[in-house]
């Protein structure tokens, strides 16, 4: 069942946090769902303007509503990740999406401002929900590139602001994460300090935290073994997750670690198979093992078991 980004938001804040999951193909989509059956938790599908060019938009939302109706179940809400003004409106008009994420970060206040208003506007006239971004993570996803040097923590001040000013429904923040498999030296902590900051100043307001990735140690090390260059990377703690939730990060966003597993199956399913041509027993491994990757992060997001639960307050 689709259901709106605020409705998640509401049942979610100060409790848990809703997982948000890139998807681009069929496989994601199955592991996606099952995962989440698996865990019974709600979830957010996030397209990027990536996936929405990998094959067709219309491909993608038709696997989408397949998933939904393969799995009936399951709670969630589609959402355009890191969109730009023009895909924005496209999506805003197709009918299909909770909710649009416009990213106009790397734009001056003034301007972000400006052109998330535009956004809200239209967004709002068609009930849907926007997501807004203000700060600069570092680190690379898909067309976004910040070196670390020119990324920048958002002041809890100037995000009290920007919120009155756009209306925008929640706000991505940069708290310490990074996009992207090469993330940090060292150990990376979040800024606890931010989030509570912007909570004090906007009580109840949801927090987005992209860039939320972990790099888990282990599939690095396993990709490498099986022909993999990846190098050292530290993501964000997972046990971290859930002290931002408490403290109002209402949606974290998951992408890289899922990459991760799919090219840790391939690369050692074909490595141990090197005869084997078709791709449909590795994809079936990847499935279950998406499913199983997708019910650990929401255990870890505290959302495992909600979904009995905001089933009912759905209905009230």
Not at 9 to 35: D, P, S, T, W
Not at 152 to 172: H, N, R, V, W, Y
Not at 277 to 298: L, S, T, V
Request: a negative charge; charged letters at 25%; glycine letters at 10%.
């Amino acid at each position: 069942m689709i259901v709106t980004t605020a409705q998640l938001f509401k049942h979610a804040y100060g409790k848990y946090a809703v997982g948000a999951y890139n998807i681009n193909n069929a496989e994601q989509a199955m592991g996606l769902f099952r995962g989440c059956i698996q865990s019974q938790s709600p979830f957010i599908i996030q397209i990027s303007k990536g996936a929405r060019k990998y094959t067709d938009k219309r491909m993608l939302e038709a696997i989408i509503r397949s998933a939904g109706e393969v799995f009936p179940e399951a709670i969630y809400a589609v959402h355009l990740d890191h969109g730009d003004e023009e895909t924005c409106y496209d999506c805003i008009n197709s009918g299909f999406y909770s909710s649009v994420m416009i990213d106009a970060s790397h734009d001056p206040f003034e301007k972000n401002v400006e052109i998330t208003k535009r956004v809200v506007k239209a967004a709002h006239a068609k009930g849907l929900s926007v997501e807004a971004e203000l700060g600069m993570l570092g680190g690379v996803e898909e067309d976004i590139s910040v070196d670390e040097g020119n990324s920048c923590l958002t002041k809890p001040d100037e995000a009290k602001l920007f919120i009155e000013q756009t209306g925008c429904d929640s706000l991505a923040a940069a708290i310490g994460t990074s996009h992207g498999a090469y993330k940090f030296s060292g150990h990376q902590s979040l800024h606890f300090e931010v989030i509570e900051g912007i909570t004090k100043l906007v009580p109840n307001f949801p927090i987005v935290m992209h860039g939320s990735s972990s790099v888990p140690q282990e599939e690095v090390r396993r990709i490498n073994a099986a022909g993999g260059k990846l190098g050292s990377a530290v993501g964000v703690d997972e046990n971290e997750y859930l002290p931002a939730a408490k403290r109002g990060v209402t949606k974290i966003n998951i992408d890289t670690d899922g990459r991760l597993v799919w090219t840790r199956v391939h690369r050692e399913f074909f490595r141990d198979k090197p005869t084997e041509f078709d791709f449909r027993p590795p994809g079936k491994i990847f499935m279950d093992e998406y499913a199983n990757f997708i019910a650990h992060k929401n255990k870890m997001l505290g959302g495992e078991g909600v979904l009995s639960d905001l089933r009912k307050s759905l209905t009230k």
